[in-house]
């Protein structure tokens, strides 16, 4: 399957305060739809910033997305490890784009942006079993 690699709110075009499309298809590769559906738990559901409610909230549209999505019960136990996979390859996307001074990022956006990962993983990590309860509730 091919997969977007970047599906977050920055790469998607709204109408009317609604998704319609996505763009910025630069990252798009073969993969495993959970790759995809990792980033898009993570990108449009998770954050460590307090004006997105509480975890139970987030886990909450976490699990609206993979109903919608028709995850299996097998993908859904899964998804987890794939939301912390993709926070860590987008850590390790930043720190490379940090440490490469010939990069067309300036290094001061590449260390804000490799910052608010860690962030975001720290926040997932330690709330991992809220996630993973939500996705198992019937």
Avoid at 129 to 137: N, P
Wanted: aromatic letters at 10%; a negative charge; one cysteine or more.
């Amino acid at each position: 399957m091919v997969c977007h690699h970047d599906p977050g709110p920055n790469n998607t075009v709204f109408r009317d305060g609604q998704p319609v499309a996505f763009i910025d298809f630069d990252f798009a590769a073969p993969g495993h739809p959970l790759e995809d559906v990792g980033y898009l738990a993570w990108a449009w559901c998770i954050s460590s910033r307090p004006d997105r409610g509480p975890a139970t909230e987030q886990a909450r549209q976490v699990r609206a997305l993979v109903d919608a999505y028709g995850l299996s019960p097998a993908a859904r136990d899964q998804l987890p490890a794939a939301i912390r996979e993709r926070l860590r390859r987008n850590e390790a996307f930043w720190r490379a784009i940090r440490d490469d001074e010939t990069a067309p990022i300036p290094q001061a956006r590449a260390v804000e942006v490799l910052t608010w990962t860690q962030r975001e993983l720290a926040y997932f990590e330690a709330r991992q079993e809220t996630f993973t309860a939500a996705l198992k509730s019937t």
